[in-house]
Nanobody, 115 residues
Framework: QVQLVESGGGLVQAGESLRLSCAASTSIFDFNTMGWYRQAPGKQRELVASFVSVADTNYADSVKGRFSISRDSAKNTIYLQMNSLKPEDTAVYYC?????????WGQGTQVTVSS
């Protein structure tokens, strides 16, 4: 069973930055895809960023140019660097990893951006 522990959320003002971390209990090389999703109150969970390889990353249009997904294989950790945060980025952010058979989710971390 894979465990994912997220950290780094918090309350910031618009224009500021945060870096979310997701520490996996196993080697991240076990996963085909890693990503971050978010869910705002009253809205569906949406993909924010995904990582297949350094050359294969994808971002939601709303965060392109502001957010960046990366990994540190030595630490089995996935990161989401969020710059120029906006109030509409307020949501619970979830780490997600998957292989060909299974998908795992983190517990979520709250990000609140005040105007």
């Amino acid at each position: 069973q894979v465990q994912l522990v997220e950290s780094g959320g918090g309350l910031v003002q618009a224009g500021e930055s945060l870096r979310l971390s997701c520490a996996a209990s196993t080697s991240i090389f076990d996963f085909n895809t890693m990503g971050w999703y978010r869910q705002a109150p009253g809205k569906q969970r949406e993909l924010v960023a995904s990582f297949v390889s350094v050359a294969d990353t994808n971002y939601a249009d709303s965060v392109k140019g502001r957010f960046s997904i990366s990994r540190d294989s030595a630490k089995n950790t996935i990161y989401l660097q969020m710059n120029s945060l906006k109030p509409e980025d307020t949501a619970v952010y979830y780490c997600n990893v998957r292989n060909r058979l299974f998908t795992w989710w983190g517990q979520g971390t709250q990000v609140t951006v005040s105007s």
